[in-house]
């Protein structure tokens, strides 16, 4: 049992030692998320600047999507067929 008391004892003035060093380390790491997450923000209210060059580009794919549709359901192979 004293052992254990002794061992107790130990771990306690090693996590109080390093108790300032690692709260620095957590607050560093916290910082660094915070930095990521507020650039991260701040991309993607940049993105709507390019709003028309997006509208556009949508747009033709939109149009590109819509040609090949008509296209298939024209085509024979691609249609419907009648059953009498």
């Known amino acids: 049992m004293p052992r254990v008391v002794e061992d107790l004892k130990t771990k306690k ?17 916290a910082e660094s998320e915070i930095q990521r997450l507020t650039n991260t923000a701040k991309a993607d209210i940049a993105i709507p600047s390019n709003e028309a060059e997006a509208e556009s580009t949508s747009t033709s794919q939109v149009d590109a999507m819509e040609k090949s549709d008509d296209a298939s359901e ?10 009498s």
């Open 13 to 29: 003035a090693w996590f109080e030692a390093n108790q300032a060093r690692v709260t620095a380390e957590n607050v560093k790491k």
């Open 74 to 83: 024209q085509s024979p192979e691609g249609g419907e067929s009648e059953s």
